[in-house]
């Protein structure tokens, strides 16, 4: 599935479409950022590490329909972040296995503007509509309470405590919407 072929989604502000190669550089300094990485991967990537994130992106649409997207402005295009669902195949107890796993990262400088309420909004509504009556699943660390007060605005409650890499995580569920 080529980038053309993942659904663009767009919100008041926002458009949410697939990545390009051409999206490397943003890709690559988001996830250097050490403040991005904090609460998600713990260290800030290399070139290497974010380049096979972007080939994972690609994979995601083409293997099981469904991946992440590129979030930009849609008045400058301006790159902002990342949000989408994944299939990690996670390590992990309780399983997630069957159930979609969302996520969301930010560009430092684009935060504390509703940026990720409004693409995650669009996503799930995509995802109720993709996923049918199949929960979702997203993996916060405690401290992130940021992103905790997002998941919560979307319908997620937490479901159980568990240890990810050597590191605690909270496990939230949403149920789709009726």
């Given at each position: 599935?080529?980038?053309?072929?993942?659904?663009?989604?767009?919100?008041?502000?926002?458009?949410?479409?697939?990545?390009?190669?051409?999206?490397?550089?943003?890709?690559?300094?988001?996830?250097?950022?050490?403040?991005?990485t904090r609460y998600t991967v713990g260290r800030p990537l290399s070139q290497e590490d974010s380049w096979s994130r972007l080939l994972r992106y690609a994979g995601h649409w083409s293997m099981q329909g469904f991946g992440y997207w590129l979030i930009e402005v849609?008045?400058?295009?301006?790159?902002?972040?990342?949000?989408?669902?994944?299939d990690y195949k996670r390590d992990i107890t309780p399983s997630l296995q069957g159930m979609p796993e969302s996520g969301w990262a930010l560009m430092t400088q684009a935060r504390g503007r509703g940026y990720a309420t409004e693409a995650a909004r669009a996503t799930h509504a995509w995802g109720d509509r993709h996923f049918g009556a199949v929960p979702t699943a997203c993996l916060i660390d405690p401290d992130n309470l940021v992103s905790m007060h997002?998941?919560?605005?979307?319908?997620?409650?937490?479901?159980?405590?568990?240890?990810?890499?050597?590191?605690?995580?909270?496990?939230?569920?949403?149920?789709?919407?009726?």
């Open positions: 599935m080529s980038s053309q072929s993942v659904p663009v989604l767009e919100t008041e502000r926002l458009r949410l479409r697939g990545h390009c190669l051409s999206d490397f550089a943003h890709v690559a300094a988001m996830w250097s950022d050490p403040e991005v849609r008045a400058t295009a301006a790159f902002v972040g990342e949000i989408g669902f994944a997002v998941a919560r605005k979307l319908g997620y409650v937490e479901w159980r405590r568990a240890t990810y890499r050597n590191s605690p995580t909270l496990i939230f569920i949403r149920r789709p919407l009726a």
